[in-house]
């Protein structure tokens, strides 16, 4: 089994422990910076695919959010596109829902703390109406790619920090945390 794990920034890198042995399968590992944003996260992870044809896609990463607390951690299987959910009136898609390409592959179904990503092109530091449970700049178009390439993706995703109170800064300060807390989260469960 091929796994390909992404994440945007260099801070956010953290080597995850999968078992070495899937029944009679081994599980290879690899890794991808997709650079921060929509576009290159999708070039970059198309790119991959293409080339190295994983079996299941993890994106790890940090988020803000207006609800929760730093520190949550939260299991996104749906997406929204903040930027194209502004364009209502043009019919645009600005969802996806990754959970059964996952059910069907029977990946990741025993991971809890589901939420809801929402991503887009901008990092917010002002409080505005979204929707879901965290915000990042990646997510939304790794799953609309793996999405078009049939290949089950989730995304876990560490909280950094509360949007409007100094996003920014609170990011950088949590990086060390997050990695710590991405690490933690995956040596307590397995794939399957």
């Not at 179904?109 to 929402?118: A, D, I, S, Y």
Request: negative net charge.
């Amino acid at each position: 089994m091929k796994i390909l794990v992404t994440y945007a920034v260099q801070g956010e890198f953290t080597e995850l422990k999968f078992p070495g042995l899937i029944g009679e399968e081994e599980v290879q590992v690899g890794y991808l910076r997709t650079g921060i944003g929509k576009m290159k996260s999708a070039f970059y992870l198309t790119e991959a695919i293409n080339r190295a044809q994983p079996d299941l896609v993890v994106n790890v990463g940090t988020a803000g959010t207006i609800r929760h607390q730093v520190g949550d951690i939260f299991v996104c299987r749906h997406f929204v596109d903040r930027d194209m959910q502004r364009l209502k009136g043009f019919d645009m898609e600005c969802e996806i829902d990754s959970a059964e390409l996952l059910a069907q592959k029977g990946y990741c179904l025993h991971w809890q703390r589901e939420g809801v990503c929402n991503t887009g092109d901008t990092f917010l530091t002002e409080l505005s109406d979204v929707k879901g449970d965290v915000v990042d700049m990646e997510a939304y178009a790794q799953a609309w790619v793996c999405h078009t390439k049939n290949t089950p993706f989730i995304a876990v995703k560490y909280v950094t920090d509360i949007i409007g109170q100094n996003s920014v800064k609170h990011w950088e300060d949590k990086l060390a945390d997050a990695r710590k807390g991405l690490g933690a989260f995956f040596e307590s469960i397995s794939v399957f």
